[in-house]
């Protein structure tokens, strides 16, 4: 690896410290190098707080003129919750600045790198652009798709099961699946499950690690208006934020103020046949800023989510044990020929304890 790819691996590893800290800012990193010394590093901060080009301007520890900086995103260009980045950086007397990849935002767009060259800095772009574009798939599809990007997470048996016959579940994965599980759920910036795992499992669906960063928004998707006032996440939503989606005609005035009155907040949503319309949910947390879900339901709310095509990434935790019985991670996804199947791309698999980790992004007919 040469000495300017090394500076925007360096840039990359500074972005991941900003992993599910700074949403719906995507998480950047930046360095500023001059005389092949590495003078200043930064990364992006809580949302509001300095972007990864100004850290890294604040923490020189030389005098930036003439330096080179190394950011995997394009620099801002307008007034948000803080000035433009590609000012700050013309301040600061830097001469060169290479981009990993252009943000598809329309507010930038090209603008930032513009706004540089205008003022005579040498602007590049496209260096280790796959891994970054890798890095920041939360925030591009956010952008151009206008609307968050699905994770749906999973934790099975050999066979594919997610629970015994008798509906238990507890502990298909082992501890350290567990523990990575709360990672995830601490990245994200909502859980997204539906009503038949809350009368099943009756979850917390918070970050039980020490001291997390954040507790997720909770997303019930409820047709029927069926949450018990009594399950975990009501009593808790005091909290930790939780949203109820359910269909207008099954919310009735006292449960509603029930609900309120624990802190559930209850959207009143249409439905598509006999239940929820799933893009009108994405759209109205997309309008909320949420750019980031991790899925964990059952069978059905899965295969809903397959069946629109809105799964993004797959995430399965994979224990050696075998289960028989119906209870698979999703079921009807109408595909009833092989040649027919999601494929995944892009595969890894890792040891997780006594688990194995599967990751894959879905390719759909």
């Not at 840039?11 to 992993?19: G, S």
């Not at 290479?98 to 598809?104: A, E, L, N, Q």
Request: glycine share 8%.
């Amino acid at each position: 690896m040469d000495n300017h790819s090394q500076y925007m691996q360096k840039a990359i590893e500074l972005a991941e410290q900003a992993r599910g800290k700074c949403s719906p800012n995507p998480f950047v990193g930046a360095v500023i190098v001059k005389d092949s010394i590495i003078i200043g590093e930064g990364f992006t901060q809580e949302y509001g707080s300095d972007h990864a080009e100004v850290q890294a301007i604040k923490n020189a520890t030389a005098d930036c003129s003439g330096a080179s900086m190394y950011v995997t995103l394009e620099p801002c260009s307008h007034f948000g919750k803080t000035p433009p980045c590609a000012k700050a950086i013309i301040d600061s007397g830097i001469n060169s600045v290479i981009v990993g990849i252009k943000d598809p935002n329309p507010l930038v767009s090209g603008k930032g790198i513009q706004m540089l060259e205008d003022a005579g800095i040498k602007a590049e772009t496209g260096l280790l652009a796959d891994v970054i574009t890798k890095q920041l798939e939360y925030y591009l599809t956010f952008i151009t798709k206008k609307r968050p990007y699905v994770v749906l997470k999973t934790a099975t048996t050999l066979g594919g099961r997610i629970a015994a016959e008798d509906g238990s579940s507890r502990w298909i994965s082992c501890e350290d699946s567990r523990k990575r599980t709360h990672e995830l759920r601490e990245e994200a910036d909502a859980i997204i499950t539906g009503i038949g795992t809350v009368l099943n499992d009756n979850p917390m669906l918070n970050v039980r690690l020490d001291n997390p960063y954040k507790q997720p928004l909770r997303v019930i998707l409820d047709t029927k208006c069926r949450l018990p006032l009594d399950c975990n996440i009501a009593l808790t939503s005091d909290k930790q934020k939780t949203i109820l989606f359910s269909a207008a005609e099954y919310v009735k005035p006292e449960k509603e103020k029930n609900l309120a009155a624990l802190g559930v907040e209850i959207v009143k949503t249409e439905t598509s046949g006999t239940h929820l319309n799933i893009d009108m949910i994405l759209n109205e947390l997309y309008n909320r800023n949420i750019s980031a879900i991790l899925l964990e339901a059952g069978s059905n709310l899965n295969s809903a989510f397959l069946n629109a095509r809105l799964v993004d990434k797959i995430i399965m935790f994979i224990a050696p044990k075998l289960l028989g019985g119906n209870n698979m991670a999703w079921h009807n996804i109408g595909i009833d020929n092989i040649e027919k199947a999601i494929y995944l791309t892009d595969m890894g698999i890792e040891k997780s304890g006594s688990d194995f980790v599967l990751t894959g992004y879905p390719v759909y007919n």
